[in-house]
């Protein structure tokens, strides 16, 4: 398969599709931190998803065609439920906020509707206010393998949605009692240790488990695909 992933600079799902024998490829406006540039397209991710060819860091063109598989982690810090508190402050509301939060929209929503076969897009719950479509399911890393809580979306359009592969109780992070009396361990306290910045770019990783499951159940093996 050829699967491009937007807007990831850690390289965790590109890198288990590889691991899978695909021919996947990060994208992204930062350079990658997962060690693979030859695997890196730096730049306009919505470029990259028109096909064709695209160059990676190493200075390699590859025909890729038609995408038959896009993963998308669009930038989510205006659209998401949790920052909805800051479009309005003192009683009045916050024109800038609300640009940017219509802008990433337009992101979002050009990703969904790619000429491609196969899109998923991951992001944390949304804010209503933007009116993004309906998400297909909600997952946590620890159903595949991770003991933290991270409520993440995923929109979905010609995948099944993902199967957890490895249910654990969370044990790490700070502890919350939800309202049904669940005890629950939270992502936002993790040791990831560096400026609030760094913490919050770790934070913002896909977890390996679920990139591993993403991999395994949207890629499969190579040889199934002509």
Not at 75 to 98: E, S
Not at 191 to 213: L, Q, V, W, Y
Request: with cysteine.
């Amino acid at each position: 398969m050829k699967v491009l992933v937007a807007c990831e600079e850690s390289q965790a799902v590109c890198t288990a599709f590889r691991e899978r024998g695909h021919e996947a490829y990060s994208c992204d406006i930062q350079e990658p931190s997962g060690g693979h540039p030859e695997w890196h397209i730096l730049g306009d991710a919505l470029e990259a998803v028109k096909g064709g060819s695209v160059t990676t860091m190493d200075g390699q063109v590859h025909v890729v065609g038609k995408w038959d598989l896009l993963i998308a982690h669009p930038p989510c810090t205006y659209l998401t439920n949790a920052g909805a508190r800051h479009i309005w402050k003192g009683g009045q509301l916050q024109p800038d906020r609300v640009q940017k939060g219509i802008l990433a929209r337009d992101l979002f929503m050009r990703f969904w509707y790619a000429d491609i076969q196969r899109v998923v897009i991951e992001n944390p719950v949304p804010s209503k206010i933007f009116c993004l479509p309906e998400y297909s399911q909600i997952v946590q890393p620890f159903q595949f393998g991770h003991a933290v809580t991270k409520k993440t979306c995923l929109w979905e359009r010609g995948v099944r949605p993902l199967e957890p592969t490895n249910i654990v109780e969370p044990v790490k992070g700070r502890k919350m009692v939800l309202k049904n009396g669940t005890v629950r361990y939270s992502c936002w306290e993790m040791d990831c240790g560096g400026s609030k910045e760094e913490r919050a770019k770790a934070r913002s990783k896909t977890f390996p488990g679920i990139a591993k499951a993403m991999a395994d159940q949207w890629g499969g093996d190579v040889g199934s695909h002509g």
